[in-house]
């Protein structure tokens, strides 16, 4: 305000130009500053660089201006400032320092007395203040997913503190299922298409429209919401897609707006515009590449390469490889599993792999690897299952037979004697009347070959199932080894098997007598 306004119903006799002399600066510092102008607005100057009493006083002409700064949060009365008046009869100049001790009085060109100025300052509704923390996440999950978390709200400075919010709006882009997208907001699902839901457990109502793909959310409180309640409504806001299909993608959750119940008289704002945002990204889709176990390697002991799917291996640290039927795609990875167990990630180039099994093994540990697909949060199609035994025992073989007499056997050992007799052998000259047979069992796979080794000649069987965890084995000597045999000959026996993991197991404490004498 300029002077002549402030000092409009002060003129005197002497002089109708009216000014001050401020005698003092304001009576505190804390609640504002008063700046003071001699050339209409164009330049200020802060009233508190001078140290100012009756023998330096600020003069101030009628067209002065004064303005006051209140700081933050002030109202009321605020400040006062001590002033003469001043007539101008004295020729002093506006916005010079002058003693003016003496100057006073009936004759003199200021007011006898000091003069109070005031200044008061009318109370505005400031806008309130709302933040979050979006907890926003790429998941295949669907159901109650956290949107924000640690929400802050004040509805303005100290003096507001007991004003309460009665609005708050949300905006949601990228829905795609309809109906079967909801929020749960204060224990109230509110779906995600035009109309209305509530009132909620504290009274919100929600008023829930939809424009150009963006869905509105308005949430109005009519006895209105704590700072505290309305945090606690935020953190509790949750996501779900009851779709039995989810559409992938982004969800956009965005605070838009709150309002408190502070009004907007003399200038005041009650409302905020935010912009505070959480994505919730939908990713149910599984990788499409199916991948393929080719083969478990073999890479110690004396017999090495692939192993089979269900067969042994005399190996403890394992390695596989196999295939794809298209690439990973980017950001994907393959997993190998033995049974439920991730074991890790495959070495990929393009459409082939391989992994290393880091453990070590143990003697009849039974590994199931499969392998699949995994883009951070989906697993694709299995592979079929491929499997394999480590064997570090060698096989047991024992002969329980020899040319139809049967061998005492204790634990896996035998030890005898089998007699090829005349009968057996007969009297034609080129062909026996039976051959020997030796048979036994052993521990070692079906489908294993047997060696058995007789006066110089080497024969060989096919171990065959058998029963209670025995296998059985059975050679039959040719029409030839038989007439071989020459009487009185006690000859060794020895037979030998290798199992599946290349370890091998041999019977040598039996013999073959022959008595063919007539």
Known sequence: SDLVTILASGNDADNSALGVAFTSVLSTSANGKLWYS??????????????????????????ARLYFQGSA?????????????????????????????????????????????????????DEPEFTAT????RTNQTSSLPVFSTSSAHPGNAPESAQKFQSLSLTVQGVQDGSSEKLLIDGTDIALVAGTAGP?????????????????????????????????????????????????????????????NGGTGNGGDDAAALNLVS??????????????????????????????????????????????????????????????????????????WTFADTRTL???????????????????????????????????????SIAGDVLTVTGSDSTGIGTYSASERGTDPSTVSMRPVISGTTDAEVGQTV???LNGQTHTASVLAGTAGLNT????????????LNHGSTLDIVATVTDQAGHSGSDTNNKLRVNTAA
Do not use: C
């Not at 403890?316 to 890790?344: F, M």
């Not at 392998?371 to 697993?379: M, S």
């Open 279 to 352: 994505t919730i990204t939908l990713d149910t889709t599984a990788p499409t590449a199916v991948p393929t176990i080719t083969a478990i390697h073999d890479n110690v002991g004396t017999k090495t390469g692939t192993v089979l799917s269900g067969a042994k291996t005399d190996d403890t640290a394992l390695s596989l490889s196999g295939t794809l039927d298209v690439p990973l795609a980017l950001g994907e990875s393959l997993r190998i599993y033995d049974g439920t167990i991730l074991l890790g990630t495959a070495n990929v180039t393009g459409t082939g």
């Open 134 to 137: 979006s907890v926003g996440v």
């Open 362 to 400: 143990t003697d009849g540990q039974t590994v199931t690897y499969k392998a699949l697909a995994y883009d951070g949060l989906n697993e694709g199609a299995a592979s079929a299952n491929y499997s394999a035994t480590v064997d570090l025992t060698p096989p047991v073989i024992t002969i329980t």
């Open 38 to 63: 001699t050339n209409n607005g164009a330049n200020w100057t802060d009233l508190s660089i001078h140290s100012l009493s009756q023998s330096n006083a600020l003069i101030l002409g009628s067209n």
């Open 451 to 453: 060696t058995l080794a």
């Open 200 to 260: 909620s457990t504290h009274g919100w109502t929600a008023t829930v429209s939809v424009a150009g793909g963006s869905v509105t959310i308005t949430l109005s409180n009519a006895d209105g919401a704590s700072a505290s309640e309305l945090q606690t409504l935020v953190d509790g806001v949750r996501y779900t897609n009851a779709h039995a299909t989810p559409t992938d993608g982004d969800r956009v959750i965005q605070i838009t707006s709150v309002q408190d």
């Open 73 to 125: 949060n002030v109202f009321g009365s605020v400040a006062t400032a001590n002033m003469r008046l001043w007539d101008g009869t004295d020729g002093a100049s506006s916005g010079s320092l002058l003693d003016i001790t003496g100057l006073h009085g009936n004759s003199g060109a200021y007011s006898a007395s000091n003069s109070t100025l005031t200044f008061n300052l009318t109370a505005v509704n």
């Open 473 to 484: 084995w059975s050679v039959e000597l040719s029409n030839a080894d038989a007439l071989a």
